[in-house]
């Protein structure tokens, strides 16, 4: 039987990226304008390192020491489970209609939305990974011989979550600077953005949690889902345009900083 105290815990490491999408959408009533290509490209890139990280030392490397039983073959539930990851983004991202902020063509299967709701579906592409993530690691955290600490599984969410700010300023701020939404629509569009993750989190917890044995999978289905997302979006965007090293930049320090959370806390 779960503790209160496990509860909340659950409660805090599923909702607090969302918190920080949330925070980083309000943005949108103190800054009047969107923020530089080149903030904006050192953010993609510090949001780049931290999956990159989060997916090495919260999901691929535990998934292989849940596997340590099998000897020299504990490599295949995680390489298993990340090429699945990879492909579910990779199905996903061609059969769901979207549109990406700074494009003017829209991906996916073609169809008559607004381009709003596709903006935001291109978002919710982005956090469901993110979610899947939190919900694997979680699920870990329950399992008896599931390898996670409590302070690992916070640090995964934390670390999510302050990537989650600048990503909510990035969603909203565009949409209000370009005359497309009102300060009070554009928050809530930066705010439904994140709802994805949640949804996705309490998802992958329950079906992780009834299946233990395939846990190891769980986490690296995640792991290879972000990296599809860093790998076909983040450092494409943080490249595009003119030069600079900001995105690079912004990667080493996101990259530390999910190190320094997951090796430190966890």
């Keep these: ?26 943005c949108v009533f ?7 290509p080149r903030v904006q490209k050192a953010l993609l890139g510090f949001a780049s390192g931290v999956m990159v990280a989060a ?4 999901l691929l490397v535990p998934a292989m020491n849940l596997s340590a039983p099998m000897g020299r073959f504990a ?9 699945l990851g990879i492909g579910f983004l990779l199905a996903l991202d061609h059969f769901i209609p979207h549109l990406h902020l700074d494009a003017d063509t829209p991906e996916g299967t073609p169809s008559r939305l607004s381009r709003s709701t596709m903006l935001m579906l291109a978002v919710t592409l982005h956090n469901i990974p993110e979610g899947m993530a939190v919900g ?29 700010f600048p990503e909510g300023a990035v969603i909203s ?12 629509r554009a928050f809530g569009m930066g705010t439904l953005s994140g709802v994805a993750e949640p949804v996705a989190a309490l998802l992958t917890l329950l079906a992780a949690s009834l299946v233990v044995p395939l846990l190891p999978y769980c986490l690296a289905f995640a792991a290879g889902a972000m ?40």
């Design 1 to 26: 039987m779960i503790s209160t105290n496990m509860n909340w815990h659950l409660l805090a490491g599923v909702f607090l990226p969302f918190l920080g999408t949330t925070a980083g959408a309000a």
């Design 30 to 36: 103190f800054l009047r304008d969107q923020l530089s």
């Design 55 to 58: 997916s090495v030392w919260s």
């Design 75 to 83: 490599f295949v539930p995680a390489a298993i489970g990340f090429l």
């Design 136 to 164: 694997a690691v979680l699920a870990g955290l329950l399992a008896e011989n599931g390898g996670v600490t409590l302070a690992g599984a916070l640090s995964l969410s934390l670390g999510i979550a302050i990537q989650n």
């Design 173 to 184: 701020l565009p949409l209000k600077s370009e005359g497309r939404l009102s300060r009070s």
């Design 227 to 266: 990296i599809y997302v860093v790998v076909e979006e983040l450092i494409p965007e943080s490249a595009a345009g003119e030069h600079s090293n900001a995105g690079t930049i912004g990667f080493a320090l996101g990259f530390v900083l999910m190190m320094i959370l997951d090796v430190a806390l966890g």
